[in-house]
């Protein structure tokens, strides 16, 4: 995939929505072993809630400093994590270029996550936006900072897969 | 009624509700499922335990750093407030208004210089003396409050309240023991340890809504046992493991308890056969996630428990307090308020945040927990005649220098079992 001309807003929009996409279609079909491959190697990746953010409190629930813990986080869920089973969809929408600084996007999202367990109706299990600086590679567009800022006061039970 | 079995139906619709809430003949070493189900139960809970003689974790003292900053909280299911003061103290005020009950405060934080409640506007400066009341004369010669309506009598409530190193507590008793006393010397000594009295600096919150009693929360922090056998990421990366040096410590006659191991890294020897969920093969790519800088505390992990719903201790570099927030009998808040010392350099901040990753909602050692307690309230709610066993280790209360023992839930349903009347 080659980049189109950042300067042509309309294709770099539709662009970005299938980069959003495609991030959703990774989660939600489970294929968390391709999630890393989204990310920068020197990516920041963070899952908080909008009372650390707007309060300027840096702590993630999820808090990944390099593209290896990312890959960790793949690692613990599938090897050493005991979770009731669940499906989620990623709702993503509002797709938004803010800023371009050369070779770098900065852009925000809104995301919502339906979680659907075994035995129950599906729920809104997190809603929020994404704020997001993709950088524009040879092969296409990649996270190199990810804050996903969560509205939900209180995380409902566990977050299990990434946001 | 023209069902012909009527009568039977009529007899079983007039009989009376009668649950005998008797504790099993075996003690202490039982637990019946209706403490994790029963209103009634629960709401004895909230009445002998958060609004009784105990002393109850409010927040951090950094969380109020100028005059007038506020943070809100709970004790038990009752909203309170706490607040800095002119002179520098921090007061633990009811969130109610004395008027008709409104929440004075209905954001977590803030800064103000006194308190107004939103609904008819009484005000309050911030140790809860009511300042002013409108239309108190009046409006145009008429209505207005009776003329011997005395503001001084209908402020709000200041509980008492300490600062211990940084930390606040406060108890709705005035019989209450001293907060030292209260505590003990064994969990005190782990509240000064994690707070020497050095400035503390502020990192976040986590908070989230279990689906289970909130005891459960509380026994798991009692429950080293889980520990090593659930948590597959804290067993192979050596953060806690059976065959760690451990210390299980009732006290407060099993209200408290003061558990801690030491980290002692990856490592395989005659326990990891028993632990089915060793991963011998598992490797993480960065291993500072799991690798602690030497601190205060050498190696020893863990805290102490502070009854009735909070929690001292240390993981890796992560240091945090936990609450727990009971709202209903079937479901808890868990808050998780993370910090570190002012005096901290850029690396040790890096990673109290990095080892952060290790606990809360997300965390790799405990998205199992929340997971399971949820699990076990479902399955006591089906069954609230049934019992769950504690006799692992033994069938006494004595403090134990090893982890497989269930020991200081054991001290626990003896306490609790007095202080209920149960």
Known sequence: ?163 | MTCSDSAVLDTAATAPIHLERRWPKEGYTRIPNWVYTDPAIFQKEMDVFFAGQTWNYVGLECEVPETGSYKRNWIGNRPVIMVRTETGDVNVLENRCAHRGAQICWQNTGRVTDFTCPYHQWNYDLHGNLQGVPFRRGAMGKGGMPRDFDPKQNGIRKLRSVNRGGSIWATFSEEAPSFEDYCGPEVLAEIDHMLPGKPLKLLGYSRQLIPSNWKMYLENLKDPYHATLLHTFYITFGLWRADSKSECTPTGGGAHSVMVSHNEGKKKTEATTEMSRFRDDLELLDLETVTPRAEFNRGRVGGAWVFPAAQFGIQANSLKTRHVIPRSPTEHELVFTYYGYEDDDEEMTRLRLKHANLLGPAGFVSMDDSEMLNQVQIGVTGYPEARGIVEMGGRDTEPADYMVTEVLIRSFYDYYRKAMGL
């Not at chain 1, 999820?62 to 994590?81: G, H, P, S």
């Not at chain 1, 809603?127 to 993709?134: E, H, T």
């Open chain 1, 1 to 163: 995939m080659t980049l189109t001309d950042l300067s042509d807003a309309p294709a770099l929009r539709a662009q970005l929505r299938d980069f959003y996409d495609d991030y959703a279609f990774c989660l939600d079909e489970g294929r968390l072993e391709e999630w890393p491959d989204f990310f920068t190697e020197d990516c920041h990746y963070r899952v908080l809630s909008r009372e650390n953010h707007d309060a300027g409190l840096p702590l993630g629930l999820i808090y990944c400093m390099n593209k290896n813990m990312v890959r960790d986080r793949v690692t613990a869920l599938r090897e050493t994590t005991m979770f009731e089973p669940r499906s989620l969809r990623h709702f993503i929408s509002g797709v938004r270029v803010m800023e371009l600084q050369g070779d770098h996007i900065v852009s925000q999202a809104n995301f919502a996550v339906m979680e659907s367990l075994s035995d129950r109706e599906p729920s809104l299990n997190m809603v929020g936006r994404y704020l997001d600086v993709l950088r524009v590679t040879p092969d296409g567009l990649a996270i190199s900072r990810r804050d996903c800022v969560y509205d939900n006061y209180r995380v409902r039970t566990s977050l299990i897969v990434p946001i």
